[in-house]
Nanobody, 119 residues
Framework: QVQLVESGGGAVQAGGSLRLSCAAS????????MGWFRQAPGKEREFVAR????????YYADSVKGRFTISRDNAKNTVYLQMNSLKPEDTAVYYC????????????WGQGTQVTVSS
């Protein structure tokens, strides 16, 4: 069982930056691929970014490519999402998720953190 706790959300003006963190419990974090997702009001949850267990491979949704960076520190059991050049359309609840088998199937989810970008 893995528990994930996100932090770092908040309110920011367009063009600003935020860094989200996701702290994971357990000793197997370094084996898991990790992802960030988001859900805006009235919309379905959507993929944002993914990082392999080693951290060597990353993937991004087209909507955030070039603005967001996913990274991880396996020594700290933490995955990060650096968000730059934020836009109002980035407003959403952001969730981190763990993919234990690296099959693009996320079995564990955090509770989410709110990001609000004003114009």
């Amino acid at each position: 069982q893995v528990q994930l706790v996100e932090s770092g959300g908040g309110a920011v003006q367009a063009g600003g930056s935020l860094r989200l963190s996701c702290a994971a419990s357990g000793r197997t974090f370094s084996r898991y691929a990790m992802g960030w997702f988001r859900q805006a009001p009235g919309k379905e949850r959507e993929f944002v970014a993914r990082i392999s267990s080693s951290g060597f491979s990353t993937y991004y949704a087209d909507s955030v490519k070039g603005r967001f960076t996913i990274s991880r520190d396996n020594a700290k059991n933490t995955v990060y999402l650096q968000m730059n050049s934020l836009k109002p359309e980035d407003t959403a609840v952001y969730y981190c998720a763990a993919d234990p088998a690296s099959r693009n199937e996320y079995d564990y989810w955090g509770q989410g953190t709110q990001v609000t970008v004003s114009s």
